[in-house]
Nanobody, 120 residues
Framework: QEQLVESGGGLVQPGGSLRLSCAAS????????IGWFRQAPGKEREGVSC????????YYADSVKGRFTISRDNAKNAVYLQMNSLQPEDTGVYYC?????????????WGQGTQVTVSS
């Protein structure tokens, strides 16, 4: 069964850091582009960062550029999001997403999310 499990969330003070992890199982991880999304209370889910399956290219939302770093370890079927200089506006539930399109067929999986709260 395909599964994504996020971990590493918590409560942190402004300016602090957290490292989120996303562990994948049940599918061929190497073929999937992995993204992190977040959803703040009362707001729509937004993309934060993603990392390509094929070339490892990374992409970031303007709001997190220079503060967040995404990485993947295909040997461990895992993706990480290092978050530095956290601000209250970074608060939300962070979700991991895996997507692949092979021969026109899209496969798309989501984790259950991990809560990140930035507050003094």
């Amino acid at each position: 069964q395909e599964q994504l499990v996020e971990s590493g969330g918590g409560l942190v003070q402004p300016g602090g850091s957290l490292r989120l992890s996303c562990a994948a199982s049940g599918f061929t991880f190497d073929y999937y582009t992995i993204g992190w999304f977040r959803q703040a209370p009362g707001k729509e889910r937004e993309g934060v960062s993603c990392i390509d399956a094929s070339n490892g290219n990374t992409y970031y939302a303007d709001s997190v550029k220079g503060r967040f770093t995404i990485s993947r370890d295909n040997a461990k079927n895992a993706v990480y999001l290092q978050m530095n200089s956290l601000q209250p506006e970074d608060t939300g539930v962070y979700y991991c997403n895996a997507v692949s399109i092979v021969m026109g067929i899209r496969s798309d999986y989501w984790g259950q999310g991990t809560q990140v709260t930035v507050s003094s």
